[in-house]
C-alpha cells in the first residue's frame, strides 16, 4: 500500500461520520498568486504565506477576516466557538489535536483491516495533509468548534471568586476555549478546491465543504447544525459565489436530512460503478446561500438537532 498522500484517496467528505478526502497537494500554479507585487503587508514581497509568495489586496484582506472569524452559538447545555486553523506555530497544539480527532472519526466508521492496523500511517497522512490545507490560506480553510459545557462555565466564575482572580488576572486568550468538539473544511475557489476531488465532481471554482465530524460523545447535540451554519457564514464573509457544494452518502440518512432542512438538494448522484472501487455511493449537494448573513435563522429554522 503506497503511503504517499497523492496516491491515497480517502472516501470523501460530509456525512453522519467523516469519510476524510485527501487529496494530491495541489499543482505549483497553487503557489505564487498574483499580482506578483509586494503589499505593505508584505515588505520586500515576504507576505504571510512565507518567502516568495505575493497576495493580493483582496488576498490580504480575505486573510484578515479568516484571522477574525468567530462563530458562536449559546445552547442551554453549552457553549459552542468555531474559528479558523491558523498556520503559525501557535496553533500547532491545535492542529496536532485536529490530527487525533480526524483520525478516530475515520477509523471509526473504515472497518476494512489496513485503516485499523495501519493507525500510525493513516495519523501522517492526516498530518502532511492538514499542513498543506493550512497553506491555502485565503483560498480554503479549515473550521475548528470548541465546545464548553454550562456547568464549566460557572465552575471557573466559582474558581475565580475564590481565588479573587478578575478577567485580568485571568488565563492566557485561547486557553479557555474548551474542548475541541468539531471540524470542517471549507474551499473558496479553485486554487483551494481539492486536487482529486470525490465523484460526482463539484464544479472546483464554487465553494465546497468537505470533512465535517462531530467528536463522537458530542453528538446528537445540535453542534453539526451549528458547524454547517458556520461554514456558509464563512462562504459569505470570505465574499465567494453563494452555491455551495458538499457530498452526503446515500447510506447516511440522518445527516441528509439535516441537509435537505438546511436548504441543500441534490444535484447528481454516484453511479452504481463507484462500488467497483469500494466505496459507498454518494449524493452531490448544492444550496444558494442567501444575499444576507447566514447566521441569520431564517435560512436554517427547521433544523433539528441532528448531529
Known amino acids: 500500500m503506497a503511503a504517499s498522500p497523492a496516491l491515497l484517496s480517502l472516501t470523501p467528505a460530509v456525512s453522519r461520520h467523516p469519510h ?12 505564487r498568486l498574483a499580482p506578483l507585487t509586494a503589499t505593505p503587508s508584505s515588505p520586500g514581497g515576504t507576505g504571510p504565506g512565507g518567502p516568495g509568495v505575493f497576495l493580493s489586496p483582496r ?19 453549552g457553549l459552542l466557538t468555531v474559528r479558523a486553523l491558523r498556520r503559525g506555530p501557535d496553533d500547532d497544539a491545535v492542529a496536532e489535536a485536529l490530527v487525533r480527532l480526524l483520525a478516530s472519526s475515520f ?7 489496513p485503516a485499523q492496523r495501519y493507525a500510525q500511517l493513516l495519523t501522517f ?26 456547568d464549566a462555565d460557572a465552575d471557573d466564575d466559582g474558581a475565580a471568586s475564590e481565588d479573587g482572580r478578575d478577567d485580568e488576572g485571568g488565563e492566557e ?4 476555549e474548551g474542548e475541541m468538539a468539531c471540524t470542517a473544511e471549507v474551499s473558496f475557489d ?15 471554482d464554487f465553494p465546497y465543504i468537505c470533512n465535517m465530524t462531530v467528536k463522537t460523545p458530542l453528538r446528537r447535540r445540535g453542534i453539526g447544525k451549528q458547524l454547517l451554519k458556520a461554514c456558509e457564514d464563512l462562504v459569505f464573509r ?29 444535484v447528481q448522484t454516484d453511479s452504481i460503478l463507484v462500488w467497483l472501487s469500494l466505496q459507498k455511493r454518494k449524493y452531490l449537494m448544492s444550496k444558494e446561500l442567501p444575499q444576507a448573513s447566514v447566521v441569520s435563522e431564517t435560512s436554517t429554522k427547521n433544523f433539528d438537532d441532528n448531529i
Not at 476524510?20 to 503557489?31: A, G, T, Y
Not at 477509523?107 to 483491516?113: D, I, K, Q
Open 59 to 77: 488576498a490580504l484582506s480575505q486573510l484578515d477576516e479568516l484571522a477574525a472569524f468567530r462563530y458562536e452559538h449559546a445552547f442551554p447545555h
Open 173 to 176: 486568550e485561547g486557553e479557555d
Open 107 to 113: 477509523s471509526e466508521t473504515v472497518r476494512w483491516a
Open 238 to 266: 470570505m465574499n465567494a459565489r453563494r452555491r455551495v457544494y458538499l457530498h452526503c452518502r446515500i447510506i447516511d440518512q440522518v445527516p441528509f436530512n439535516m441537509y435537505r432542512k438546511a436548504g441543500y438538494i441534490i
Open 20 to 31: 476524510l478526502l485527501f487529496s494530491p497537494c495541489p499543482p505549483r500554479r497553487h503557489v
Open 190 to 204: 479553485a486554487v483551494g478546491a481539492p486536487g482529486a476531488p470525490p465523484t460526482p465532481t463539484p464544479p472546483l
Open 125 to 150: 497522512v492526516i498530518r502532511r495533509y492538514l499542513h498543506d490545507r493550512r497553506g491555502l490560506a485565503p483560498h480554503a480553510a479549515v473550521l475548528v468548534g470548541f465546545y464548553r459545557p454550562a
